[in-house]
């Protein structure tokens, strides 16, 4: 039971439908539809595209987006992979031979095509009810009418300011007077309105052929990319097969390579081997946690890409044997050398949306331009903000993730579903780049070794250690209760550039019918219910 005396926030409870986002106009969009009688994807794809105008940072048109369905609160799940491919042209030896050694933030070679839009549209078209014109409606009056600047998002333009100033179209629509603008300031996007106006009326072939994809491909070109209209019109992401794993006696869904979901499931496997006891922010159990998740990232770093041009060993990454080999590295005393035992970028932003509708069609949704605000690179007449996806691959070589063509990178971007007894019962997911798969880990831990509610677990303060290093980022009172335990083990203790993540989650309470939704105070958004 929660201490109403301590701040914090109430599950949010309701019987009909509802959505948790980052925004609380995403959340907000998302429950209109879901009243007016659109399906679960309708208002996943509606709260999506506000977030593309109020919450451009975080996300985009020009980014990529993965989903999992489940119809009616069933365990059969469904993944879509609308994650986008490198040109045609994007071969390793050109690399190499331009002396390009690694693919940086704002190059053109950091854009794969993106494929949110592609995913937007398939998905409505198999599982919704209502017209792209409809769904994308409110997003459209946003960026047209205008829409006042929230406190996170303003934190995030601030921080960004310098690579904004850079691209005449990123300082004319996200600054005021080329400084950060202020909470309350009111910002327009009559471009990016224009655009989804488009493909509200004419479907993905207003965003990847015509004068919007000839714009794209211009822009990129003349920054040095090898994009052409080709491969814009050959875009088109895939249904895959999910992946899962069990936990305490629940399943775990993940969308599979080349996303990091299945590291999620490798650390949730870890962690299974060991009891947590006690304080769940006591210093063993976070080690256990870090551990888990330094070893975990060890292998994505060497396995994980696109499998449709490297083969990913799927089955020994998940399997019990391997398990058990990782959790018995884990010593309380001091860092594991992950890179030994199995042998990044910075972590960034995304959103994340759940929603539920009425006849309990479960969405989880994640949309993402990797780092805020991507790469900062903006077609200005379209007003197509880019990801900077790409820039996860590496110029190497023989290395399962090295650049190439049409083929799509390691993906952070993580939905994720918990099912029992055949039946959906969460769906929820954590946005922040490279802490998505700990992030997942930790609040399913949170939930089913600690019987805490949703919405205390998300509040919990959190921690992450960067990949291949002994570093450890601690948000404040985390590194104030347990810092200099982890130093005298042998990490390197610092803050986290902002806030750790942001997590949404609904719950299914089948006996009751009812749903519960939480949502992270580290964002601006809210879960919502009717």
């Keep these: 039971m929660r201490n109403f005396e301590q701040p914090g926030r109430s599950l949010v409870v309701a019987r009909n439908g509802m959505a948790a986002t980052s925004h609380p106009l995403a959340t907000l969009a998302a429950i209109e539809i879901l009243k007016a009688g659109g399906a679960a994807i309708d208002a996943a794809v509606a709260a999506c595209a506000v977030q593309c105008v109020v919450e451009a940072g975080s996300t985009g048109i020009g980014g990529d987006c993965f989903a999992l369905l ?17 040109p045609a042209a994007a071969d390793l030896s050109w690399y190499r ?13 950091a854009v794969t095509i993106p494929g949110a839009v592609d ?3 398939r998905l409505v078209a198999d599982h919704g009810r209502m017209s792209m014109s409809e769904i994308l409606s409110q997003a459209i ?17 601030s921080h960004q300011k310098a690579m904004l100033l850079r691209e005449p179209a990123t300082r004319r629509t996200f600054l005021a007077n080329d400084e950060a603008p202020q909470v309350g300031a009111v910002q327009y996007q ?12 004419h479907g993905r072939d207003a965003f990847y052929r015509g004068s919007v994809a000839e714009e794209m491909v211009s822009y990129l070109s003349e920054r040095g990319g090898l994009h ?22 629940w399943t775990v869904h993940e969308c599979p390579p080349n996303g990091q979901g299945i590291i999620a499931l490798m650390i949730l496997k870890i962690l299974e081997r060991h009891r947590p006891a006690g304080d769940p922010l006591a210093a063993d159990n976070l080690m256990r946690e870090v551990e888990a998740a330094r070893l975990a990232y060890a292998a994505r770093d060497k396995w994980l890409a696109d499998p449709s041009s490297s083969g990913v060993p799927t089955d020994f990454l998940l399997s019990d044997a391997l398990a058990d080999e990782l959790a018995s590295k884990i010593d309380l005393k001091r860092p594991a050398d992950a890179k030994t035992i199995i042998g990044g970028v910075a972590h960034s932003d995304t959103v994340y949306i759940s929603v539920i509708d009425k006849d309990r069609n479960c969405v989880s949704f994640i949309n993402s331009i990797f780092h805020p605000y991507g790469s900062g690179l903006m077609a200005p007449k379209s007003g197509v903000l880019f990801h900077n996806r790409g820039q996860s691959f590496v110029v190497e070589e023989g290395h399962p993730n090295a650049i190439g063509a049409r083929k799509r990178p390691m993906h952070t971007i993580i ?30 831990s949170k939930l089913f070794d600690y019987g805490m509610d949703m919405q205390a677990a998300i509040e919990l303060p959190r921690l992450f250690p960067l990949p291949g290093t002994a570093k450890v980022e601690m948000e404040e009172s985390v590194r104030l209760k347990v810092g200099e335990v982890f130093r005298e083990r042998g990490f390197e203790v610092q803050p986290p550039n902002w806030a750790i993540g942001g997590a949404q989650a609904i719950w299914i309470d089948w006996d009751n019918g009812s749903l519960l939704g939480a949502s992270d105070h580290r964002k601006d958004g809210c879960a919502l219910g009717y």
């Design 70 to 86: 489940a119809a009616n609160g069933g365990d059969k799940i469904t993944a879509f992979n609308g994650s986008g491919r490198t």
């Design 97 to 109: 031979q331009k002396g390009i050694t690694a693919i940086e933030r704002s190059s053109p070679h």
């Design 119 to 121: 995913a937007w549209t």
């Design 141 to 157: 009056a946003l960026a047209r009418g205008g829409y006042a600047i929230t406190p996170r998002v303003a934190s995030d333009i």
């Design 190 to 201: 009559p471009q990016l309105a224009d655009t989804l106006e488009a493909i509200g009326r």
């Design 228 to 249: 052409t209209k080709e491969d814009f019109a050959e875009a088109a992401g895939e249904y895959v097969t999910p992946i899962s794993a069990d936990y305490r006696g």
């Design 415 to 444: 939905p994720g579903m918990v099912t029992r007894d055949g039946r959906s019962v969460l769906s929820f997911g954590v946005m922040g780049g490279h802490y998505q798969a700990m992030g997942h880990a930790q609040f399913l």
